[in-house]
């Protein structure tokens, strides 16, 4: 399975910002799809995950303000990012697993495809 993120720039503060993750080589539907994202000197943080069934899940730090969606059609999957902060500046990279289940799929290691990233900057 191949994943290419894009949509990713520089945004001011409280601005709005739409990530695609392309998928290929796989069966798209059969996919759990997660974003995560790293900030510079930081650990990567897991954002949020679709399951294949579109069952959306947040990390509270984003919740209420990012949507995770997908379109099957598409093999897409989508990060809409709303009321931006400077701490959401991260390179955000989409992640896709088979077998993912909801007790791991906040475990990065669980993944066991990563697209290459794209970078978020969300000035003040």
């Known amino acids: 399975v191949q994943l290419q993120a894009s949509g990713g720039g520089l945004v001011q503060a409280g601005g709005s910002l739409r990530l695609s993750c392309a998928a290929s080589?796989?069966?798209?539907?059969?996919?759990?799809m997660g974003w995560i994202r790293q900030a510079p000197g930081k650990e990567r943080e897991i954002v949020g995950v679709?399951?294949?069934?579109?069952?959306?899940r947040y990390a509270d730090s984003v919740k209420g303000r990012f949507t995770i969606s997908r379109d099957n059609d598409k093999n897409t999957v989508y990060l809409e990012m709303n009321s931006l902060k400077p701490e959401d500046t991260a390179v955000y990279y989409c992640?896709?697993?088979?077998?993912?289940?909801?007790?791991?799929?906040?475990?990065?290691?669980?993944?066991?495809?990563w697209g290459q990233g794209t970078q978020v900057t969300v000035s003040s």
């Open positions: 992640a896709a697993d088979a077998n993912l289940i909801l007790s791991s799929l906040w475990n990065e290691g669980e993944y066991d495809y």
């Open positions: 080589g796989g069966t798209f539907r059969r996919l759990s």
């Open positions: 679709i399951f294949r069934g579109g069952v959306p």
